[in-house]
């Protein structure tokens, strides 16, 4: 049944119940073109078969007996070859097709249990993760023939679309309100996902009684995210992305997407860019880069955790830890391992290498074969847990401001006078002024940690949205302190970002998502870097660091001028009238 849109000028009609539709029908299974009910044709076949097998097994041990050649037969003995060839071709192909295809095409929408046990809802997340999604690949799974669509009508007094579901999806949302249907097993179930998200949506609607009219449902592809994005999907956010620059770094011309809703960001962090490129470009060097994972491990006392620590700080037992932990991975390479001991408790931060991926599945899988390693000669040691927050990921941390995590960007650019009397509207003597009393002084005041900027959260948090990066990991990515000084007698200005934590990846996660993909495309930085290993990821960081410094210099100079209020009241405000929105 194709979806009905009707047209704005006819009234709505009334719509036909749709008829049930289960997927035995749709995948045309041998069994469909018997002239008698399954069960009895099953039970035919069954019969046939065991009577002709009893025969001619007692033929031929008569034959034996009285020494009759066994090729001889009689018109009776070929019938019941034929019979036994027929009724066992019938079963094989019968129950051999019906097997094959509950693997190939989805359970029928009819088969609901009421309880899912956790170990079928684990095994069909892995089963989702096996679905070959990458850079350049198609990442939906294989269409199924139509099943219960959703309809879709416009209504003339509103405009809004209205979802009429058919009697089967009816049944589902009723089992799932009830209990007796798990929302998140829907996708499994349903086979597809589409399907379930509207499912699950409207009983969500019936549960709460809040419409989630404004929430979008079309326009996604929910087999992208199945089993590695988000669970349980019931429609999506939608965020304006805009576009910074060009952006001159290293010789090379960015232009830079940011999803953001704050209004300013994006021209602020483009009046940013021109400054940079009229003024030569920027300079931006990656310094590190290693991914961390820090477990927590307990001995019976001090004593035990000190050995283990004087053990993996040793440099003669490095290369053996490589080897052990190097096996996780084509691209996770150990760099190096600290730790620090509170009492008999050991924190064991090791990094490593992870090519284009931001790495934290991958320096886990390679920390967990050490740990297994060292079992055997502490057999003592009890592993509390695989983080033991001394990494340490999504929390701001002085561990991370020091010894970095992820990349580590310095940028730097000189911007001519002329260009911040002109194009930043403010003098280089007011920029050093202000950056040394707010960004220095007054974050140390506040007792900042790596918070020594104007903004750097803000430009990190859009680009990491628009590039399918983890939103949360801008908390340590947005560690940065930002330098300005006034060169070439006074005339210039030397101004520098220094980031010690970028995380960022361009393979796995959201980075593989239509909309992410597109951004990382238009940066040039799409998936995993076929020269150069990693190439890609700290590519990524140096245009993170740069973007930064372009924001950090905009504002900073709106700051200076007196230009913040007036460019948010222009811009960061809406000229819709409120109380007359519906």
């Keep these: 049944m194709e979806a009905h849109r009707l047209s704005s000028t006819k009234p709505v009609q009334a719509l036909k119940p749709t008829k049930k539709i289960s997927l035995e029908e749709d995948t045309g299974k041998a069994s469909d073109a018997l002239p008698l009910p399954l069960y009895l044709t099953n039970a035919l076949f069954f019969t046939l078969f065991f009577s002709v097998v009893y025969f001619l097994l007692s033929r031929w041990r008569e034959k034996i007996r009285t020494s009759t050649p066994l090729h001889v037969v009689t018109f009776s003995e070929i019938i019941a070859i034929l019979s036994f060839f027929a009724s ?37 997340k892995e089963d989702a993760r096996k679905v070959p999604c990458g850079q350049a690949l198609d990442c939906s799974l294989p269409p199924l023939p139509p099943a219960a669509p959703i309809v879709t009508v416009q209504k003339v007094f509103d405009e809004k679309p209205v979802t009429v579901l058919t009697e089967e999806d009816e049944e589902i949302i009723k089992s799932v309100v009830a209990g007796t249907t798990p929302s998140y097993s829907l996708e499994l179930k349903l086979g597809d996902c589409k399907r379930a998200a509207a499912i699950r949506r409207e009983a969500l609607q019936r549960l709460t009684g809040k419409s989630l009219s404004g929430l979008p449902l079309d326009g996604f592809d929910y087999e992208s995210i199945l089993g590695q994005c988000c669970e349980m999907p019931v429609g999506y956010v939608q965020i304006p992305v805009g576009i910074a620059g060009p952006l001159l770094v290293n010789g090379r011309e960015y232009s830079v997407p940011m999803a953001t809703t704050e209004g300013c960001l994006v021209a602020s962090t483009n009046r940013g860019c021109k400054a940079i490129h009229l003024s030569g470009g920027a300079t931006s060097v990656l310094l590190k880069d290693g991914m961390t994972r820090a477990p927590c491990v307990r001995f019976g006392n001090a004593k035990r955790a000190a050995d283990l620590k004087l053990y993996l700080e040793d440099p003669d037992n490095f290369e053996t830890l490589s080897v052990v932990f190097n096996r996780s991975s084509r691209f996770g390479r150990l760099q190096g391992i600290k730790c620090a001991i509170a009492g008999k408790n050991l924190y064991i ?24 390693f060292l079992q055997t000669d502490f057999p003592d040691m009890d592993v509390i847990g695989i983080s033991g927050n001394y990494c340490s990921d999504k929390k701001p941390a002085a561990v991370n401001w020091i010894e970095g995590r992820g990349k580590s960007v310095v940028c730097e650019a000189t911007i001519k006078g002329d260009v911040v009397r002109k194009v930043l509207k403010t003098s280089v003597q007011s920029l050093v002024e202000l950056n040394m009393l707010k960004n220095l002084t007054g974050s140390a005041m506040a007792g900042a940690l790596g918070g020594f900027n104007a903004h750097a959260s803000n430009i990190v948090a859009a680009i990491y949205i628009a590039t399918g990066q983890d939103p949360a990991q801008n908390v340590e990515s947005s560690h940065c302190i930002t330098m300005m000084e006034a060169v070439n007698d006074g005339k210039d ?88 929105a519906t």
């Design 493 to 580: 200005l030397h101004v520098s970002v220094t980031m010690p934590s970028i995380e960022v990846g361009t393979v796995g996660g959201g980075t593989q998502l239509a909309s992410q993909s597109a951004c990382l495309n238009l940066l040039g930085v799409k998936g995993a870097s076929k020269e150069t290993p990693g190439a890609n990821s700290r590519t990524l960081a140096t245009i993170v660091a740069s973007a930064v410094l372009a924001g950090e210099l905009s504002l900073m100079s709106a700051i200076s001028a007196g230009q913040l209020v007036r460019s948010h009241m222009k811009y960061n405000r809406s000229s819709k009238d409120v109380s007359k």
């Design 349 to 372: 931060r090791f990094t490593c290498s992870t090519g284009d991926a931001m790495g934290m599945n991958m320096v886990s899988k390679g920390v967990q074969n050490v740990l297994d």
């Design 88 to 124: 066992f071709i019938y079963l094989l192909g019968f129950f051999g097709i019906d097997f094959v295809q509950s693997l190939v095409f989805q359970p029928s929408p009819d088969v609901w249990i009421a309880e899912e046990e956790d170990d079928e809802v684990l095994l069909a």
